[in-house]
């Protein structure tokens, strides 16, 4: 998201970049033989006029049609890529004449100026009825009085929100179906392997930039990382050029699906140390399991263990042996730790427990878990496989609501 008035240590106001460029044209020339045998002796002279005469630079008619690998993949999302734009109520402290006789009936009295606050991206990824459906990270709508879409023709329309999941970062926009002349297709993020060429296309800078994309590779199909929250999330790491403003746009793979939902990137290790190419997106299989709540719901309820986990993967080998995970063990979930009077506490899970299977079927990450538990309800009863000191060890938790 890119924020264009904030409070606090940063500035108020919106921000425009401006960028000057200096376009600079080369131009060569050449030179083209031709066999001694094909020239008219006597038309020699009047044939070397021609060709000096000629000799100008041109835009050949036969030029080849050309374009990126990753072109087709782009037109089949760039018509379902929006900028989202976040617009707040700005207090006034100007005095009018209708603050001096108390006007009551004065419609902008301490409402203020609705002003842009921040931008970002999103994509449209249905249409059902009258409504056009618009996904978006939670971030880049929070604490908006208003929420305007910028669709790909350029054109400002007003949206509605559907409904938000801070957990996830995830929230649904709708807008009128008749605007909707593209919608973008989610492909199977489980299916992704680092490597893969992938690009990004969204809004970065704001709406002044709108359908930018930038291309790179999978870093990490499935990278747990712990968010400002304090929470694990499995992402998809991406060395595709992700910046302020790109946040809820389209992850898109070769086939022009969208495999993640751009949301953060990483600028500077906890030492300090700048660093770049390190864009993070939330998984496709995991958008579609919270959009489709939102738009039922308009919220998630969760249906929780009451344990903090993080995906083996995400452990460093090195630390692997402290904390006392078998060697065997390739994929799972670590309990790092078990909250009192949980679902997880009441069924006998344990810190350093490693959950293998949930209802029989296999979990190596944290988002793999969140979507099986998320198919169940408050009260349900799953079945856990759980692996305890090198020990297989099948538990029945029901769950709790968060």
Sequence with gaps: MMNNQNSGHQQHGFMKTAIVGVVAGLIGGGASYVALDQINNANMNNNAETSISSNSAKTSRNSAKTSGTMTPAYNDVKGAVVSVINMKRQSSSSNSIFDIFGDDDNDNKGKGKLQTYSEGSGVIYRRSGNKGYIVTNNHVVSGSDKVQVMLSNGKTVNARIVGTDATTDLAVLSIDSGYVTQTAEFGDSKSLQAGQTVIAVGSPLGSEYASTVTQGIVSAPARSITTSSANQQTVIQTDAAINPGNSGGALVNSAGQVIGINSMKLSQSSDGTSVEGMGFAIPSNEVVTIVNQLVKKGKIVRPQLGVK??????????????????????????????????????????????????????????????????????????????????????????????
């Design 309 to 402: 986990v993080i995906a083996l993967q995400g452990i460093p080998s090195s630390n692997r042996k402290q904390l006392n995970i078998k060697s065997n063990l390739k994929n799972g979930i670590y309990i790092a730790s078990v909250s009192k009077h949980s679902a997880a506490s009441a069924a006998g899970i344990k810190t350093g427990d490693v959950i293998i299977k949930v209802d029989n079927k296999s979990v190596s990450d944290v988002a793999s878990l969140h979507s099986i538990l998320y198919n169940h309800k408050v009260g349900d009863t799953i079945n856990l496989t759980i692996n305890r000191n090198g020990k297989e060890i099948n538990l029945r938790v029901k769950l709790q609501s968060d």
